[in-house]
């Protein structure tokens, strides 16, 4: 069983920075992709980004110039740099991983809340 676990959650103000980070208890070169969802007050899951096993990223248009998504496969763990966050950015931010093999697995979501 593969294990994903975010953390770097909590509480800023609109306008600051957050880094997420998801560590897998497995090595990460068995995923194709990796990727950062959230799911906010309003929407269901959504993508934030994904990242691939060479390292090409791709963003959502909220997410394009404000996140970077990162991974370090020394450390089998991915990333989640936020910048000008805002409001409506609060979100419950999930880490997923789909292998190779097609299954596909969740962390258990870490809390972003961007409030004055």
């Known amino acids: 069983q593969v294990r994903l676990m975010e953390s770097g959650g909590g509480l800023v103000q609109p306008g600051e920075s957050m880094k997420l980070s998801c560590a897998a208890d497995t090595s990460i070169s068995r995923f194709s992709t990796m990727a950062w969802y959230r799911r906010t007050f309003v929407k269901s899951r959504e993508l934030v980004a994904t990242i691939s096993t060479s390292g090409s990223a791709t963003y959502v248009d909220f997410a394009e110039g404000r996140f970077t998504i990162s991974k370090d496969d020394t450390v089998n763990t991915i990333y989640l740099q936020m910048h000008d966050l805002k409001p409506e950015d609060t979100a419950v931010y999930y880490c997923?991983?789909?292998?190779?093999?097609?299954?596909?697995?969740w962390g258990r979501g870490t809390q972003v809340t961007v409030s004055l």
């Open positions: 997923n991983g789909l292998s190779w093999e097609g299954a596909d697995y």
